[in-house]
């Protein structure tokens, strides 16, 4: 991927992601409401039950509840993967509940003495969309970007995916690519 045509450049300064309060015509804050107060947490190791409940997420979102059933694969391999220090899960929680989360890869690249990150899969529940969480996951995944010097995270949004791609296209680059699965049998 050349480095100034990427999809997502997101190295770069992060959102600002604060709700504006709610004005009434007069100019007057109205009553307040509850605002969810969404955490966003980094997956370890011991999280192995929340990476679970993500992938219950994005089952439901993705419509592929058979590629990402709960049930599947074993909490030691999904120990093993969460140690992995090129592996990136964060979880977007409302209450203590997995609403949304993403899967992002670390790429250490040969040409340069640099990485790019590769955003995988990123959903949020039906219930808590249009809320900014899926902004707020990638904010926390370009902090990791910055700490770990990548120049680059890139992701594939799909063509009838239209939130996705206004989501992306608000925070980076566009670059039409044409993406090819090789079967290894």
């Known amino acids: 991927m050349h480095p100034a045509k990427t999809l ?8 600002i992601l604060a709700p ?3 004005h009434t015509p007069s100019g007057e804050n109205p009553v307040p409401h509850r605002q969810a107060m969404i955490e966003y947490v980094r997956l370890k190791a011991e999280d192995v039950a929340r990476l679970r409940e993500l992938n219950a997420v994005f089952g439901e979102a993705f419509g592929e509840p058979d ?3 709960p049930g599947r694969p074993t909490d030691e391999y999904l120990r093993e993967r969460l140690r992995n220090q090129n592996i990136i899960a964060f979880v977007a929680l409302d209450e ?6 993403l899967t992002a890869y670390v790429l250490d690249k040969l040409e340069h003495d640099r990485r790019e990150i590769y955003l995988y899969d990123l959903a949020v529940s039906a219930s808590h969309r249009r809320r900014g969480i899926a902004r707020g996951l990638i904010d926390e995944l370009r902090a990791i970007a910055r700490e770990l010097c990548a120049y680059v995270i ?32």
């Not at 203590?96 to 989360?101: K, L």
Request: overall charge negative.
């Open 67 to 69: 590629t990402y059933d």
């Open 154 to 185: 890139f992701v594939q949004a799909d063509p009838p995916d239209t939130p996705a791609i206004r989501l992306y296209e608000s925070l980076g680059a566009r670059e039409d690519v044409h993406h090819f699965d090789i079967s290894v049998t």
């Open 8 to 15: 997502l450049d997101l190295a770069l300064a992060p959102a």
């Open 20 to 22: 504006r309060a709610p």
């Open 96 to 101: 203590r509940v997995v609403i949304g989360g």
